[in-house]
């Protein structure tokens, strides 16, 4: 008779952050044990090594984690305006599941509205998410940097709506074996963040509105047909 399991549940469950012990009874492999929790495609480590949902658990599940989702993509969707995310929580929870597969460094950058831009000062910021698009591209480049050799979590949240100097604007975290590693997947996500996903930025200044490209291009509204037919 399989014995009572003790396991540690750590990832981002029904929208919650999740980090807690939890106890299965009847669990003998790797598989029976993600069924009995409720975590279909959750990833079994133990040992520093995934576990097949065929291996057999080890006596008392000393030592056994259950990550949820697996190591890849933890987050990327578009928030609501006024959202607020839990930076702390969320990096708490990503430095956690790292350390369990040799991780040593968490990267974390977030965009913020600037107040001025050369001599005007910028009122507001609103952004326009092409939905479900700019969520669905969102996904794809995280799952893309998620995959380089040494990443282990990514997660990636952009802003959407009227937001005034100083609001987050995107969020980027990245865990990964080594700081170079990190740093260098959060850089190249970030910029085909910038290029390919379709949120549109309208920045609300002292001297007029301009559209925002990828590059930092700045383009007066009421001529963006005349230059950029795309806008």
Known sequence: MAEECRVRVIGLVGGAFLDEEHSVEGASTAGELVERLGLGGAAVYAGGRRLEPSDQLPRGCQGVAVLAPPPGVLLARVAEPGERVDLDGLSRLMARRATLLGGGALVAFMGFVKGRVGGAEVSRLEY????????R???ELAEKYAGLPGVIDVAAIHYQGGLGPGDPTIYILVTAVT????????????EEVKHSVPIYKLERRSDGDYWILGDGTRIPRGTERQTHPQL
């Open 179 to 190: 700081r170079s590693i990190a740093f260098h997947a959060a850089a190249l996500l970030l």
């Open 137 to 139: 591209r969102l996904r």
């Open 128 to 135: 326009e998410a092409l939905e479900p698009h700019a969520t």
